[in-house]
């Protein structure tokens, strides 16, 4: 069974169309990355599985709920991460989840857990305006997982960490399923990245998706198409380049 299905889902701002007719499988229990260059319609596909903005066509479903009629529901069941997170900077990374774990309801003890899985239990007492951004970015995960959601939705979490701190919350998001029966959508501009967490893969560009399956279907359908296959990255940007020339010629 699918977590989340998307039929045809396209929004578009007046003339110019940020996703086309994108149809997604996200298979539950599964870490799915999302790929695509900066500006391909990623973030503004995720915004629409949030909520966040309103397709101009199409549907999904989420767990079997649709949108908009359980979109209350859909949301009580998903964890997000959305471009930069916000946070009050004049209270404590520990305040701050604890508006986030009263809102939700949830025991105080689920502050200190999600603390702990993102490696900010030593720097819980210190304000957020004084976090670094890879300790903001740890923040707003541990935000998204505090519910102990089905859906996580992460957009580029790992963005201004070090190679230690990518590592690290690569290895967390790739053991989310097994640890809290959870399915995952990641999204980054590098396959390099998504590879080494996800199980499969959509590649966005333009708004428009290119491929969706593991990577062991990504590379057979690369090199039937005559694609390099020894570097995902260069598969990655073949299929891009590909679809540019195919825009070009329309």
Excluded at 57 to 78: A, C, H, V
Aim: neutral net charge; charged residues 25%; aromatic residues 6%.
């Amino acid at each position: 069974m699918n977590m989340i299905e998307t039929h045809d889902l396209t929004k578009s701002y007046g003339h110019f169309q940020a996703v086309s007719n994108v149809n997604l499988h996200i298979p539950k229990g599964r870490v799915y990355g999302f790929v695509g260059p900066n500006g391909a319609g990623k973030s503004t596909t995720m915004k629409m599985l949030l909520g966040l903005t309103v397709p101009t066509k199409g549907s999904f479903s989420i767990n079997g709920k649709t949108y908009p009629k359980d979109r209350e529901e859909i949301l009580r069941n998903t964890g997000s991460f959305i471009e930069a997170p916000a946070f009050y900077g004049n209270l404590t990374g520990e305040e701050n989840l604890d508006l986030i774990r009263r809102i939700l309801k949830l025991p105080k003890s689920s502050v200190a857990e999600a603390l702990e899985l993102v490696g900010l239990t030593p720097f819980q007492k210190r304000l957020a305006k004084k976090y670094s951004l890879g300790m903001k970015q740890r923040l707003g995960l541990a935000g998204a997982l505090i519910g102990r959601p089905q859906l996580l939705i992460l957009d580029e979490p790992t963005n201004g960490l070090d190679p230690a701190g990518i590592h690290e919350i690569r290895e967390l998001i790739r053991s989310l399923p097994k640890q809290f029966d959870c399915t995952v959508l990641v999204s980054s501009h590098l396959l390099s990245e998504i590879q080494l967490m996800a199980d499969h893969i959509g590649i966005l560009n333009r708004g428009e998706l290119l491929f969706e399956g593991p990577l062991e279907e990504l590379k057979a359908y690369a090199a039937s198409n005559g694609y390099p296959v020894d570097n995902l990255e260069d598969t990655f940007l073949a299929l891009v380049h590909q679809a540019e020339e195919r825009g070009w010629e329309k």
